[in-house]
């Protein structure tokens, strides 16, 4: 059986008031202990006929750990499906971040990598949202969000603008739609699909 939970929210920010185990621990422990409890017929367990390796990552990103790295744990991998590289967050004495986890790091007193050039942080690339028929659509919206540049940035979602601010909000349509971000000299984007 594989079972899995996950619980967090549409702003890909921390629930630093909810850990894992008040969360989605708590969930995966009441599915399981709903099925033992009714009869489901579990398996012994056993590892994967697979070749598998040992990584040691770093905690704070997930990549594979440097020296620099400062907290780490193994994780075992496909020897077909290893990480490459090393954790480019950890370097001598110093910890970066990439500009993404500004307001995270912020509150944890870690640096923050300068990027080059406009990039929309949220929504990710590829972002797939629904829209719930319980709840009043104008308050189905999302975040629109570029790293920290000082440049006017134009918004632009299906090649229609929509305003001008480094953060706007714009309220979920069902389709797939494009949404791009300008400056006088750049541009990003990212396709997102909106579910009815």
């Known amino acids: 059986i594989t079972c899995a939970v996950w619980a967090g929210n549409l702003y890909n920010?921390?629930?630093?008031?909810?850990?894992?185990?008040?969360?989605?621990?708590?969930?995966?422990?009441?599915?399981l202990v709903y099925l033992w409890d009714?009869?489901?017929?579990?398996?012994?367990?056993?590892?994967?006929?697979?070749?598998?390796?040992?990584?040691?990552?770093?905690?704070?990103?997930?990549?594979p750990a440097s020296n620099f790295c400062p907290d780490t744990e193994y994780e075992l991998y496909d020897r077909n499906n290893v990480p490459i590289g090393t954790c480019t967050?950890?370097?001598?004495?110093?910890?970066?971040?990439?500009?993404?986890?500004?307001?995270w790091a912020a509150?944890?007193?870690?640096?923050?990598?300068?990027?080059?050039?406009?990039?929309?942080i949220f929504p990710a690339n590829g972002s797939v949202f629904k829209i719930d028929h319980n709840i009043r659509h104008t308050l189905q919206a999302i975040p629109l969000k570029v790293?920290?540049?000082?440049?006017?940035?134009?918004?632009?979602?299906?090649?229609?603008?929509?305003?001008?601010?480094?953060?706007?909000?714009?309220t979920l349509q069902p389709g797939i739609h494009s949404i791009s971000a300008h400056t006088s000299n750049e541009k990003d984007s990212v396709t997102i699909t909106v579910l009815e």
């Not at 579990?42 to 697979?50: I, M």
């Not at 967050?89 to 500004?102: D, E, L, R, S």
Request: a positive charge.
């Open 107 to 120: 509150n944890k007193n870690i640096a923050v990598a300068i990027e080059s050039g406009l990039k929309i």
């Open 13 to 31: 920010t921390s629930l630093d008031n909810l850990p894992a185990v008040s969360g989605a621990g708590i969930i995966l422990r009441n599915v």
């Open 38 to 63: 009714h009869g489901f017929a579990f398996n012994d367990f056993y590892l994967p006929k697979k070749d598998l390796k040992w990584i040691k990552i770093c905690t704070l990103s997930g990549m």
């Open 147 to 170: 790293n920290n540049i000082n440049k006017p940035v134009r918004w632009m979602v299906d090649n229609h603008y929509i305003g001008q601010n480094s953060e706007m909000v714009w």
């Open 89 to 103: 967050w950890h370097m001598k004495n110093i910890t970066k971040v990439p500009a993404q986890y500004k307001e």
